[in-house]
């Protein structure tokens, strides 16, 4: 089959098109020197959860670990770790472009710019999910290691699968909805950090916003999915809230993340190769 | 019917306040067509507007019937080789094309076959499999121009493409555009090297401080410059003769006897009248003319006409 027949296809011409810009943008976000750090935010608590299943038991017990991975997780993976992963995996896939004066070659291939952009941010996804969500779920391992048989019993016949479930999901829900909006800031912003802070200022506002504002943030959603709770999470002042049930949590991040997602790709069709500017 | 044309209708283009190109009208037919003027003139904004990588202000573009911001349409047809020299990291010159061949939805069968058609004829076999970052600046040159042809495409569009070449590669370059201008292709090429433009240009577009200032034949835009006398060269026996009666009309405003004694540089406002005179002279006097040809309907002489500066040769 010959390109003429292929373009005759539109769903064939951009499956193929996806792929090949996929094989491309891998090599980057995943293998490139320009990600050390973010092998460094990925490996950091694996390092430290491996460390920590060296160390004699002494009084604790297993849900203390699992507490422990709670804090972690909500506060290093999802406010920090992913989110400023994220910043530097999706803010870059058109912005480095920009600066590294490449993109025009995407801009002179026969491509809807929607079809680059959506490929793009399925190629951040790939890499941002295997180093999030693969860290978190190596991590709870880890850290639950050390109590050998008795974490064999709680993760094959408690609750400990599922709770590495919901973890592993949490995280991979976490870059699919930061992702879309560092792609947006990446294709609106000169300068994505700028945006980045305000993000991040507003997402660790989150306890203390009303009920209704609460809702407009990730982080909420992802909150309400992670497993285990960390006792006194609450800060004073902060606005009690309901958690949104996961089945309507997931579905509203992805939609809310295609949605911002559509967005960017409608942003990106108008936008122009001015690297001197 | 008539053939599709790339056209411009009253096209502006402003970065903020400063003037990129305006009241831009063009129709440019098949063939090699020159973009000539100096730096900042407005030469690359009319190429990247032409292949929607920056959008006009006012006015619009058709590419043979394609607005440029479909590039999925666009780039089917176009091939642009821009003057940015910068390539996606860590790929080969064979690797860059392939995959780039690959975005465009080709199988791997395919884009395989036309990336080494097209390093081929850029005469860049050799260095295929190494890295695009260790080429030269004309091997990147000959890289580039290789990424632009090589699906094919019926209009290409080269911002400078023999900069950085040796003589021996713009030689080979050169005869390619000649074979593509042959083949019934619109070629858009930019160049500062004049002479060059010259030799194979089947008509140009004169840009000055953003405004098309002269468009078509060479030829065509020289007799439009009217407050420049012609400049034409006459080879014959009796240069001094011709001379003498030469000065009785008033349309001759100079001619001078060149060194060697054998040809007559006239300068005149009426070129018609003086081919007329001239044929009379040979008759009457027994004039021997070897040869009669313009001195100044080259691109150089023009450029030096309308835009002042004398062109880098």
Not at chain 2, 2 to 11: A, K, M
Not at chain 2, 186 to 194: D, E, P
Not at chain 2, 228 to 256: T, W, Y
Request: include cysteine.
């Amino acid at each position: 089959m010959n390109w003429s027949q292929i373009a005759a296809m539109p769903w064939m011409l951009w499956r193929r098109q996806v792929a090949a810009i996929l094989r491309l943008e891998l090599k980057k976000s995943l293998f490139s020197k320009r990600a050390w750090w973010i092998y460094i935010l990925t490996l950091g608590p694996v390092l430290l959860t491996g460390l920590h299943s060296l160390i004699p038991r002494g009084e604790h017990t297993l849900a203390n670990d699992n507490t422990i991975y709670a804090g972690i997780f909500q506060v290093y993976y999802l406010r920090l770790g992913i989110f400023f992963g994220c910043v530097g995996i999706f803010s870059n896939l058109f912005r480095a472009e920009m600066l590294e004066r490449t993109l025009h070659y995407y801009f002179m291939s026969p491509v809807r710019r929607e079809v680059l952009a959506v490929s793009k941010y399925l190629a951040g996804l790939i890499a941002a999910v295997v180093f999030f969500a693969g860290s978190a779920a190596l991590s709870y391992i880890l850290i639950c290691l050390h109590w050998g048989p008795v974490f064999q019993q709680y993760l094959f016949h408690g609750p400990g699968l599922a709770q590495l479930g919901w973890y592993t999901l949490t995280a991979a829900l976490a870059c699919v909805g930061y992702g879309a909006v560092f792609l947006l800031t990446g294709v609106l912003y000169r300068n994505p950090m700028i945006p980045a802070a305000v993000v991040f200022v507003w997402e660790n506002l989150n306890p203390f916003l009303p009920s209704l504002l609460k809702k407009l943030s990730i982080i909420f959603y992802l909150k309400s999915l992670c497993p285990v709770e960390i006792p006194g999470d609450l800060p004073l002042l902060a606005v009690l809230t309901e958690p949104t049930p996961a089945w309507l949590a997931i579905p509203g991040l992805l939609i809310v993340s295609a949605l911002v997602l559509a967005y960017a790709a409608a942003k990106a069709r108008k936008l122009e190769v001015s690297y001197s500017e | 019917m008539s053939e599709p044309r790339i056209l411009f209708d009253n096209v502006s283009r402003f970065y903020g306040e400063v003037l990129g190109v305006n009241r831009v009208h063009l129709s440019i037919p098949p063939g090699i067509t020159s973009l000539v003027g100096p730096n900042g003139s407005g030469k690359t904004t009319l190429m990247n507007l032409m292949m929607g990588l920056i959008r006009p202000s006012r006015g619009e573009i058709s590419i043979l019937g394609i607005p440029p911001d479909r590039p999925e349409e666009l780039f089917r047809k176009a091939g642009y080789c821009t003057q940015f020299d910068a390539f996606p990291r860590g790929l080969t010159g064979y690797e860059f094309l392939y995959s780039f061949l690959l975005v465009h939805g080709m199988v791997e069968s395919e884009a395989d076959k036309l990336a080494v058609e097209a390093l081929q004829r850029v005469s860049m076999m050799e260095a295929a499999d190494r890295p695009v970052a260790a080429y030269s600046k004309g091997m990147r040159q000959r890289i580039k121009l290789a990424q632009a042809i090589a699906h094919r495409p019926t209009v290409l569009v080269l911002d400078e493409p023999l900069n950085g070449l040796d003589p021996m590669a713009r030689a080979e370059t050169i005869a390619l555009f000649e074979q593509w201008g042959a083949e019934g292709k619109y070629v858009i090429v930019s160049s500062h090297i004049l002479h060059e433009v010259d030799r194979i240009s089947d008509q140009v577009i004169l840009l000055s401080h953003g405004y098309v200032v002269a468009e078509g034949q060479i030829q065509g835009v020289r007799s439009e410059v009217k407050d420049q006398p012609m400049q034409i060269l006459v080879r014959c026996n009796k240069p001094g003769m011709l001379a003498s009666r030469l000065f009785e009309q008033d349309h001759v405003v100079e001619a001078k006897v060149a060194g060697d004694g054998k040809s007559l540089l006239v300068r005149t406002r009426d070129a018609d009248s003086l081919y007329l005179l001239l044929n009379r002279i040979v008759m009457d006097n027994g004039l021997e003319v070897e040869a009669v040809a313009p001195a100044d309907d080259d691109v150089n002489s023009v450029y030096q006409y309308l835009i002042g500066e004398v062109g880098t040769t």
